[in-house]
């Protein structure tokens, strides 16, 4: 009866809206005190954070990310990608997709990608004479995708939860596995567009070299910085945190000194307003991983596996399981809550099962991509709504038929796993 107080004052927290950080460190507090463990174990959780070398790109990416958000970048990759795509057959659909990727992978955040740049698409794809619904779903859909390409910040989570769990993950690994897995959604979304809107008339940009080579003057400081990452990553020339450093320091002389879209008195509100979305961030992770241990010491990931296997004895149908559960996840929780809560408890079971680690987090990321417009609750969904002034069945309709394309990718992805670790060695 005395166990059943905390857990009870527990539940009141999350019924009455505590934050996330509060319920799941009582939690941790309650477990290690009932179980007779120090509490001075979440302090030392916090402080192995700290001790993570990687753990500085996490800050430094978020930077990156806010500034490229804070200018026109979204308007020159729109008006790049219109230059080179435009001339095609469905594509300005195209065009979007390819943006929306680009730009959610610096700016690791679906709600800007829909604010910043579904802004500019969606009035051009209805001049476009792209019906109003299919548009509206077009820009919901795509405001997610990226989260599995270089350098996303749900990927260097998932790698820093992967490490701390004792896992063999590393962050280049991961930016690796996300290319192909991503290129296979923005395809599959693209040829569906494209067989969507055959019967319509749909104007076509016919292709420029002088537009063309005035979008790559226009964006000629920005186009660089994807190419330089990954040739400074797996070229040996820099370490994750470090080439997380170089591109901070690169995004801010361009953005506020040569573009100079960015007063320098805007800077560090800009700065402050990053790092309070990653404080949260760590501080959520840190008592989240002191939670794991307790759950770790009790036995719970291991009574959870010898569970799970009475009931489903093959890998095959343990990832239908995981993937109804992840993309259940992705439309209640935030993409980083669900990383520091559920790869903890999922890890050890996916790993009994077979299933190499990297390849689990590409499966968890895509799941979450598509449970950020998946009815009633996905996040894009109501910003969507609240952006375009839509009702938000209106959006759910819309959105529908990208979220069964995207389905279709993550079937791929989870049963074909050398998509995930093709370029791995």
């Known amino acids: 009866m005395t166990n ?22 009582a939690a941790a507090c309650a477990g290690f005190y009932f179980t007779g463990i120090d509490l001075s174990a979440i302090a030392i959780e916090l402080y192995r954070l700290t001790d993570t070398p990687v753990m500085s790109a996490l800050p430094l990416f978020t930077v990156a990310g806010y500034l490229l958000g804070e200018s026109n970048t979204s308007k020159r990759l729109v008006r790049l990608s219109s230059a080179f795509l435009g001339w095609m057959p469905g594509g300005l659909a195209v065009v979007s997709f390819v943006t929306c990727a680009l730009f959610t992978a610096f700016t690791g955040a679906s709600g800007v ?33 990226g989260l599995l390409l270089p350098p996303s910040l749900p990927l260097i989570l998932y790698g820093i939860v992967a490490q701390q769990m004792g896992s063999n993950v590393e962050i280049e690994d991961l930016f690796l596995a996300g290319i192909l897995p991503a290129l296979l959604m923005i395809v599959l ?14 104007p076509l940009q016919s292709f420029s070299w002088k537009e063309a080579l005035a979008a790559i003057k226009a964006a000629a400081w920005e186009i660089p910085l994807p190419i330089f990452l990954v040739a400074g990553i797996y070229g040996g020339f820099f370490a994750v945190s470090e080439a997380a450093a170089v591109v901070a320091l690169y995004v801010i002389i361009v953005e ?28 959520i992770l840190g008592v989240s991983l002191a939670f794991t241990n307790f759950l770790v010491d ?15 004895a093959g890998k095959f149908t343990f990832l239908i399981l995981l993937n109804l559960i992840l993309l259940a996840l992705g439309a209640i929780l935030d993409i980083f809550s669900a990383i520091v809560i559920m790869v903890p408890l ?3 079971i996916a790993e009994s099962y077979g299933i190499n680690p990297v390849h689990l987090g590409i499966i968890f990321l895509a799941n979450m991509q598509i449970g950020y417009f998946t009815p009633p609750v996905g ?12 009702p938000v069945t209106e959006i759910y309709a819309s959105a529908l038929p990208f979220m069964f394309v995207m389905i279709l990718a993550l079937l791929i992805i989870t049963y074909v796993p050398a998509l995930s670790l093709l370029f791995l060695s």
Not at 193 to 198: I, L, P, Y
Not at 262 to 283: E, N, Q, T, Y
């Open 256 to 283: 506020v000194f040569v573009y100079r879209e960015i007063p320098i008195a805007r800077l560090p509100g800009i700065l402050k307003d990053a790092m309070v979305m990653v404080g949260g961030i760590l501080l």
């Open 189 to 202: 979304l693209s040829l569906w567009s494209v067989w969507a809107t055959r019967d319509r008339v749909v």
């Open 298 to 312: 009790a036995g719970v990931p291991t009574g959870l596996f010898t569970l799970i296997q009475g009931h489903i």
């Open 113 to 145: 990608t829909i604010v910043a740049v579904g802004a500019l698409l969606l009035p051009a794809l209805t001049r476009a004479r792209y019906s109003e619904k299919f548009s509206l779903g077009l820009v919901t859909t795509s405001g997610s995708l």
């Open 346 to 348: 999922l890890l050890p």
């Open 379 to 390: 996040m894009n969904l109501f910003i969507a709504s609240y952006r375009f002034e839509k």
């Open 4 to 25: 059943l107080i905390p857990i009870a004052i527990i539940t009141l927290l999350a019924v009455f809206g505590a934050p996330l950080f509060a319920v799941i460190l």
